[in-house]
């Protein structure tokens, strides 16, 4: 089967190239403009990463990185379950839990500042990228804790057990390994005060990246691989061998994965030809199933450790 825009044609070359600045930009510039005029917050993101999504369903038809990783293998009850628990039913409660739980911390860090510690009187595209670096501070550490410490590993592990990668995937999570990514990521941006339209930009970008790391599109990042771990870099992250997976963990950028020696893409450093293979867990038997991936973090021997 060939794919549906013909390789090696000059609109296929463009659409690798372009297809992910474009939307990286378009979609924060969306909601801006959405939100900016009147519409609900809420449901302004959640309908933009809707369609968002269903924009990289279809690339993944019309030029695809691996046709076979476009088909069924089984999983698409449970990523469906998963996204909606994690990514629909969970913030409800995780939101006001960790605002909460960091308020007294947020106050007591504008009392010391003088004020509010937040830049609202940024533009907001520096608003924007300020939080973009200190929401992947945290999250760096959060990951790569997750693949360090074995009880976080335990929950991480259901992330890592897809055997496909696609545009949904992404929100396959553990909701226990949501909850914590979620803390780490959102812990500086809200003890520092963030909020308002730019936290809305900032989650439109984090669909965007999500998506990216795990669709299945033949995308071509180029110098944007300095700053986004995204496509290639997160296909790397879900290898079964551990010396290729235990590295890129940034969740939108890469910077601190260069930053604190984590950073691999073969292509780009050793040769152009090399792709990712395997990905998955080594435990044949880890359970493909929703239920089975709940309970599987509380089970001895699931968590077997990956391939080195
Ligand atoms: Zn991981």
Redesign the pocket.
């Known amino acids: 089967m060939k794919s549906i825009i013909k390789e090696n044609s000059a609109l296929y070359h463009f659409v690798q190239w372009a297809f992910f600045p474009i939307v990286l930009i378009g979609t924060p510039y969306l909601i801006y403009l959405l939100v900016g005029n009147g519409s609900s917050v809420a449901l302004t993101t959640y309908i933009v990463a809707v369609g968002v999504g269903l924009l990289f369903w279809l690339m993944e038809w019309l030029m695809p990185f691996k046709k076979h990783w476009n088909h069924s293998h089984g999983d698409i009850a449970t990523d469906l379950t998963s996204g909606i628990v994690a990514y629909i039913i969970l913030p409800i409660f995780l939101k006001p839990l960790f605002i909460a739980l960091l308020a007294g911390g947020t106050v007591w860090l504008s009392v010391q500042w003088g004020g509010a510690i937040w830049p609202n009187d940024w533009p907001v595209i520096a608003q924007l990228i300020l939080l973009l670096v200190i929401g992947d501070a945290g999250r760096y550490w959060g990951?790569r804790l997750?693949?360090t410490v074995p009880i976080l590993w335990n929950f991480?592990a259901v992330?890592?057990s897809t055997k496909r990668l696609y545009w949904w995937n992404a929100t396959r999570q553990h909701p226990v390994d949501k909850a914590w990514f979620t803390f780490t990521e959102m812990l500086f941006p809200v003890l520092l005060g963030a909020d308002g339209i730019v936290l809305s930009m900032y989650f439109g970008v984090t669909v965007v990246c999500g998506f990216s790391q795990h669709c299945n599109i033949n995308l071509k990042l180029g110098p944007l691989y300095w700053f986004f771990n995204v496509v290639d870099l997160h296909r790397w992250?879900?290898s079964k061998k551990i010396g290729e997976?235990n590295n890129n963990?940034g969740n939108n950028l890469i910077i601190f994965d260069r930053l604190f020696g984590t950073y691999f893409h073969p292509e780009r450093q050793v040769d152009p030809n090399l792709h990712i293979e395997e990905i998955g867990l080594l435990n044949p038997d880890y359970p493909e199933n929703y239920l089975g991936q709940l309970k599987a973090p509380f089970q001895k021997g699931m968590d077997k450790p990956q391939e080195d």
């Open positions: 990951h997750a693949h991480h992330h890592h992250h879900h997976s963990y």
